[in-house]
């Protein structure tokens, strides 16, 4: 012994264990909300489960509903709450009064390796690795239950409020989205999310447990195996660490932990960050971020001593200038091969829809949210965001450009404001073509009219001689393409200019004479079947392979959305574009019908708010697939109810078709119906 240690006298020497018996199976449970002095060692335990894998422990304590500190009255509301007034198997509480109480666990540490159970006796210390620690906290999940036992009251009950919305027949838009292939990087997100990880949380099983109180004769037999068994052991080899090297292992030093920066939002921009990119590169990401500006401001936002000129150069890459002030360029908003993040909607038609907008606040200050959508066809949602990007709303003026003219830039700047001039021509000439309008459409009544152009006499003929061979030429192409797609059917011709010679007839009878007046039917504008001299009033091959392809999507649809998914289908075709044409309800039901479709008459309530055309739901009957007829079981049960529980759906497939897997019935209800309120409906018929 060194000189050193004189001061500091070894007393007693203990031999130390390592018991293995419950090495993995000994938990410690801590209580954080409860005092040392309140221990739960006399209160009876009603159950217990664990999921080991997770290490989640689950306990159910009764409550001593004789305490004076107990409010009858407070129990007896929550057990109504959530069990509500009828006496069912699978109640919370079945004395209709909060009697217990659960708590849940939560790891108080992912890593126990420096942690044991330790039990001295006779000289000797037994040492038991910790296999977790948890911290067991109230549960409170039945008012969950209780929420959801108010939702569907609610539900049932929601025919009790139709005379309120009497008279509220405002149309309400709906969005659709469309799903894309999903990237690494979403894919990680996705897993890395919360509802990820309950769902992978929710897959492993409970276990359900035995519990003994502490002075049970089991309970005694356990705490046996804290104690090492082979005490004489080969295995158990004396510590042979030299007492620096023991020091080490029981407090090792702190590791030196790496700087990680935070990542943060993506949409917080960093200036200095920002700064460290190009110039292009800055301005690219600044008019992402603004949208719209003016010059001076974007020099004031760059390094000082940036060159205008470079500005200039790059500024007019990204972005258009529009009333003096710069606003950025939509193919950089929505990139190639992306879609709108409200509807789905392709990138090349948001830039086509936003550009129409831009251009028009070059002509004017204010727009009309419902102009631009008549004219670009676009869902409401999209609509707005292109003039929230650009534009503010004011009473009774529509929305008005986000900032003033900057007149001084367009006088200091006029090559730049020439070329710009001369860039909106071009896309004023393209939008004119794709949305069948004119200039002269929106110019402001008070605006200056341009100077009469005056053209010779030769010139004149010129012109109409050309006009006359394009009408004729075109004309002739129209007829052909026509007479093959309606047999030999008569097209109604429009007065032809002077010096233009006038086709041969050589169709049938005309309808003013057979008594039937000429129209535009399912598309084939003025045309009759060969055969009989009548409009055509049967759905087109057009119409019925749109109906199959949407049913083949979504199986069951509503007449109502089916009309709003042919709409956004015509909204994405080019202007003066009409692969069906006017299509009335009666036509496009038969055009169902025809689609291997039938209707299912489901027995709304008397005093449902669900319009008529929500009210006819349709279902796709025949595919060829084996869960047709689980799809028609489906159906008919809905014949009879417009709502039903999933573990009713269940039996009656075990019943019909043996025992049906859980993956197929949670595939039908996902394909054919919507969750509400723990109630299942066909899709389109609930409007929560």
């Known amino acids: 012994m060194a000189s050193g240690d004189d001061d500091d006298p070894i007393i007693e020497e203990i031999d130390v264990y390592l018991a293995k018996s419950l090495a993995e199976k000994l938990y410690l449970l801590q209580y954080p909300v409860r005092p040392s002095t309140m221990t739960y060692g006399d209160i009876n335990l009603l159950a217990a489960k664990v999921k080991p894998k997770q290490q989640r422990v689950e306990l159910q304590m009764a409550m001593d509903t004789t305490s004076p500190n107990y409010c009858r009255s407070k129990g007896e509301q929550i057990a109504l709450n959530v069990d509500g007034t009828g006496y069912e198997e699978n109640n919370t509480y079945s004395v209709k009064m909060m009697d217990n109480q659960s708590f849940s666990s939560i790891q108080a540490t992912t890593n126990t390796s420096r942690y044991a159970a330790a039990i001295f006796r006779k000289g000797e210390l037994h040492v038991t690795p910790l296999t977790g620690i948890l911290q067991m906290r109230p549960s409170f999940t039945y008012l969950d239950k209780a929420d959801s036992k108010t939702r569907e009251r609610e539900a049932a009950n929601e025919g009790g409020d139709s005379s309120q919305d009497e008279g509220e027949e405002e149309a309400k838009a709906i969005s659709v989205r469309f799903a894309r292939p999903e990237s690494e990087q979403a ?12 769902k992978k949380q929710a897959e492993e099983p409970w276990i359900h447990l035995q519990h003994h109180n502490v002075k049970d004769e089991r309970s ?21 660490k030299t007492p620096k090297e023991y020091l080490t292992m029981l407090m090792p030093p702190p590791a030196e ?19 460290t990119f190009p110039l292009g590169e800055q301005i690219k990401t600044l008019m992402k971020n603004v949208k719209v500006i003016q010059f001076a401001s974007l020099m004031g936002l760059l390094a000082s001593g940036t060159d205008s000129t470079a500005v200039l150069r790059c500024i007019q890459q990204v972005a258009l200038l529009v009333q003096g002030n710069w606003v950025v360029k939509s193919d950089v908003l929505y990139p190639k091969n992306t879609c709108s993040p409200h509807s789905g909607v392709p990138a090349d038609l948001l830039c086509r829809g936003r550009d ?79 949305f069948n309008f004119s200039k002269a459409d929106f110019l402001p009544k008070n605006s200056p009219q341009p100077d009469p152009v005056h053209i010779s006499g030769e010139q004149r003929l010129k012109l109409a001689q050309d006009r006359a061979q394009e009408k004729q030429a075109s004309f002739q192409k129209d007829l052909d393409a026509k007479r093959a797609g309606s047999g030999g059917a008569r097209i109604k011709q429009e007065p032809l200019s002077d010096g233009e010679a006038e086709p041969m007839d050589t169709s049938s009878p005309s309808p003013s004479r057979s008594g039937i007046p000429n129209g ?23 119409l019925l392979d749109f109906v199959t392809k949407t049913f083949r999507k979504n199986p069951v649809l509503t007449l109502n959305e089916l009309k709003r998914l042919m709409s956004l289908h015509l909204a994405t075709m080019p202007a003066g574009h009409m692969p069906f044409g006017p299509v009335s309800d009666h036509i496009l039901q038969d055009a169902v019908l025809l689609s291997r479709c039938k209707q299912i008459m489901v027995p709304f309530p008397a005093l449902t708010t669900a319009s008529a055309d929500i009210q006819k739901v349709f279902g796709l009957w025949e595919t060829g697939e084996d869960c047709d007829k689980q799809r028609r079981l489906l159906y008919d049960m809905f014949t009879k109810t417009y709502r039903l529980k999933r573990t009713a759906l269940h039996a009656r497939l075990n019943e019909e078709f043996g025992n049906v897997a859980k993956a197929d019935v949670d595939r039908l209800l996902k394909e054919c119906c919507i969750s509400n309120a723990g109630m299942w409906y066909l899709k389109g018929t609930t409007q929560s």
């Open 187 to 198: 894919r990680q997100r996705r897993i890395q999310s919360y509802e990820f990880l309950q």
């Open 220 to 240: 005694e037999h356990e705490r046996q195996y804290l104690f090492c068994q082979n005490v004489d052991a080969s295995d158990n080899s004396e510590l042979v």
């Open 257 to 275: 932990e790496k700087f990680v920066k935070p990542i943060g939002p993506s949409n917080v921009l960093s200036m200095a960050q920002l700064r």
């Open 356 to 434: 129409f907008v831009m251009w028009r606040f070059t002509l004017e200050r204010s727009l009309m949210r419902k102009e631009v959508a008549a004219v670009i066809k676009l869902p409401p949602e999209d609509v707005k965001d292109f003039l929230e990007q650009v534009a503010v709303p004011r009473v009774n003026r529509g929305w008005e450009f986000l900032l003033p003219a900057d007149a001084d830039f367009v006088k200091k700047h006029a090559d730049v404001a020439h070329r710009q001039h001369m860039l909106w021509t071009g896309i004023q000439s393209k939008l004119e073509k794709v």
């Open 520 to 542: 535009a039917v399912n598309g084939y504008a003025g045309a009759e079947h060969a055969n009989g001299g009548s409009p055509a009033t049967a759905a087109s091959p057009e």
